[in-house]
C-alpha cells in the first residue's frame, strides 16, 4: 500500500533590529560572549519587559507578505521550560492569541506548484546559547542572543516531501529577504528550523508525529526528515508504535533527545508584566503597512515574463534576490532590450558578483553602455566580455576602454574593402569555385578577411562588403 508523508515546519526568524525584543541591549551578531546583556535579558528581580516596537512592525510586515490575517489584539504570554540557556525559566511568546493566522506560501518543487497553508506567525525572543566546544568537559553559556527579536512562522501539517520542505524554506527566505526583515544567515542562527513529520497508510488519520529540532541548513532538513520517515516506516511495519520524541540531526544520523512536550507542558499563561499588544492603540497601522511593501518576487517575476518578455527561467533566476532583479531593472531603464541585459546578467554580472562577495562592481549605467555599443556592432561580444573585465576593476567609459585595448569594430566601408581585396587577390582559385557554386566559400573568405583584420571588422558590415565585391568580380 506505501506510506504517506505529513511533514509541518516552524521556522524561527531572528528579527533585524538594533535592540532586542524587550530591553534596550544590542542584537550584534558575533560580540564577545555576555556583553550584550542587561536585568532584564537576563531574567534578573524588578526588570521589566517593554515591546520593541520594530520588531512589531517587521512581523506585521511579514504577516503581509505571507497573506496572514493579522489580530488587532495579541497577547504575550509566558512559555516555561528549563534549559541552561534560557536565564528567566520561561520565554516570552504567544500561543492562545499570536500576531496573525491562517496564511500561505506558493512552492515551486518537482510535484509542480502549489500552495502551503500558514496556521500562525507569533512574535517571540530567543534564548541564550550553550556553547559546547569553549570549555573542555564543560558547557558554556552565551546569553548575547537571549532576548533577540524573533518571529515564528508555522506552516499546515501539507508537505509531503522533504524536496518539498526545502521548496518551502528557499520560497519563505526569498521573501524574508525582499522584505528585509533578517538576514537570513542560518550560519548565524538568525534563521532556524524544527520539522514535524509522521507517516500513515494512505486515507488513514495522522499518525504521531515526532520532531527534528534546531535545523540549521537546507540539506540538514531533507537528510533529516528522510532519515526520520525511514525509521518510523521501519518501526511501523515490525508493528511497533511510533513514539512522541524529539530528535536532532548532526550530519550522520539522528540521536534523540527527549520526550516530545505538548503545549500543556510548558504551562502557558499570559505575562503579567505585558499588557496585550494592540496595535492601533501602539500606532501601527496595517494598511499603512500594507502599502509600504515592496514588490513580492512572484508578482516581480509575473511582471517580468509579461511585461519585459523574459523567459520564465531568466525572470526565475533575476527574481530569486531582490538585488540582483533590481539591478538588472537599473541597466533595462539605461538600455531597453530587456532580454539582453537578462542574458549578460546571468552570464557574466553573476559570475563576477559570485566570486567577489556579491558584490555588483559594474554599474548599471556602464553595463548599458557597453550593450549600446555591442548593439550597434562597435564592439564584439567577445571583446566585450574583456572590457566588462576592466570596468569591474574601474569605473570608466566602456567606448575609452575598448579603444584603448584596441577593440572597436571597423564599419567604415573603404577599409572593410581593403581587407576584403587582399583575400580576394590570395585566392584567386577559391572564387573561382565559388562562382562556380561553391557558395560555402564565403565562410571561408570571411575567416581570412577577419584575421587580415585582425579581428577589427564589423562582421555584419564585412559580410555585405564581401558579397558585393564577390558579384563584381562575376560580372
Known amino acids: 500500500m506505501g506510506w504517506d508523508t505529513v511533514i509541518g515546519l516552524e521556522v524561527h526568524v531572528q528579527l533585524r533590529t538594533l535592540s532586542k525584543m524587550f530591553c534596550g541591549c544590542s542584537t550584534a551578531f558575533g560580540d564577545p560572549p555576555n556583553t550584550n546583556v542587561c536585568p532584564v535579558c537576563l531574567g534578573l528581580p524588578g526588570a521589566l ?130 522584505l528585509d526583515v533578517s538576514g537570513c544567515n542560518m550560519e548565524e542562527g538568525s534563521l532556524r528550523v524544527d520539522a514535524n513529520l509522521s507517516v500513515r497508510r494512505p486515507g488513514d488519520v495522522l499518525g504521531v508525529k515526532q520532531e527534528l529540532k534546531n535545523l540549521n541548513s537546507f540539506a540538514a532538513v531533507v537528510r533529516g526528515l528522510t532519515l526520520l520517515r525511514e525509521r518510523q516506516i521501519e518501526c511501523l511495519e515490525r508493528r511497533e508504535s511510533v513514539e512522541l520524541q524529539t530528535f536532532t540531526f548532526d550530519g550522520n544520523g539522528l540521536r534523540a533527545t527527549r520526550t516530545k512536550e505538548e503545549s500543556h507542558d510548558y504551562r502557558y499563561f499570559p505575562d503579567p508584566d505585558l499588557p496585550p499588544l494592540v496595535l492601533d492603540a501602539s500606532g501601527i497601522d496595517v494598511e499603512t503597512e500594507r502599502a509600504s511593501l515592496p514588490e513580492l518576487p512572484w508578482d516581480r517575476r509575473a511582471r517580468f515574463e509579461e511585461t519585459l518578455g523574459l523567459p520564465a527561467y531568466a525572470a526565475e533566476v533575476i527574481t530569486s534576490a531582490a538585488k540582483l532583479a533590481d539591478y538588472f531593472e537599473a541597466v533595462v531603464r539605461w538600455y531597453a532590450d530587456a532580454k539582453t541585459v537578462a542574458n549578460w546578467v546571468l552570464d557574466a554580472v553573476m559570475a563576477d558578483r559570485n566570486t567577489h562577495g556579491g558584490e555588483f562592481r559594474v554599474h548599471p549605467k556602464r553595463l548599458a553602455e557597453l550593450l549600446a555599443m555591442i548593439g550597434d556592432g562597435r564592439l564584439s561580444k567577445r571583446a566585450g566580455k574583456d572590457v566588462f573585465a576592466v570596468l569591474a576593476e574601474k569605473d570608466e567609459e566602456p567606448e575609452h576602454v575598448a579603444e584603448r585595448m584596441g577593440l572597436l569594430q571597423v564599419s567604415d566601408d573603404a577599409q572593410l574593402k581593403v581587407w576584403v581585396d587582399r583575400v580576394l587577390d590570395s585566392y584567386p582559385q577559391h572564387v573561382v569555385r565559388y562562382h562556380a557554386g561553391e557558395v560555402k566559400l564565403l565562410d571561408y573568405f570571411m575567416g581570412r578577411a577577419m584575421e587580415e583584420s585582425e579581428g577589427r571588422a564589423n562582421p555584419t558590415r564585412l559580410r555585405t562588403v564581401l558579397q558585393r565585391c564577390l558579384e563584381e568580380l562575376s560580372t
Open 49 to 178: 519587559p517593554v515591546p520593541n516596537r520594530a520588531a512589531i512592525c517587521l512581523g506585521v510586515r511579514t504577516a503581509l507578505a505571507l497573506d496572514c490575517t493579522i489580530q488587532n489584539v495579541s497577547i504575550f504570554e509566558r512559555k516555561s521550560y528549563f534549559y541552561p540557556d534560557l536565564p528567566k525559566g520561561y520565554q516570552i511568546s504567544q500561543f492562545q492569541r499570536p500576531l496573525a493566522t491562517s496564511g500561505g506560501l506558493a512552492i515551486n518543487s518537482e510535484t509542480g506548484s502549489r500552495r502551503i497553508g500558514l496556521s500562525r506567525l507569533h512574535l517571540e525572543e530567543d534564548a541564550g546559547k550553550s556553547l559546547h566546544d569553549r570549555v573542555p568537559n564543560n558547557t558554556a553559556v552565551d546569553f548575547n542572543r537571549s532576548g533577540v527579536p524573533l518571529v515564528e512562522i508555522v506552516s499546515e501539517p501539507e508537505l509531503r516531501e522533504p524536496e518539498e520542505a526545502r521548496a518551502y524554506l528557499s520560497s519563505l527566505k526569498q521573501v524574508l529577504r525582499y
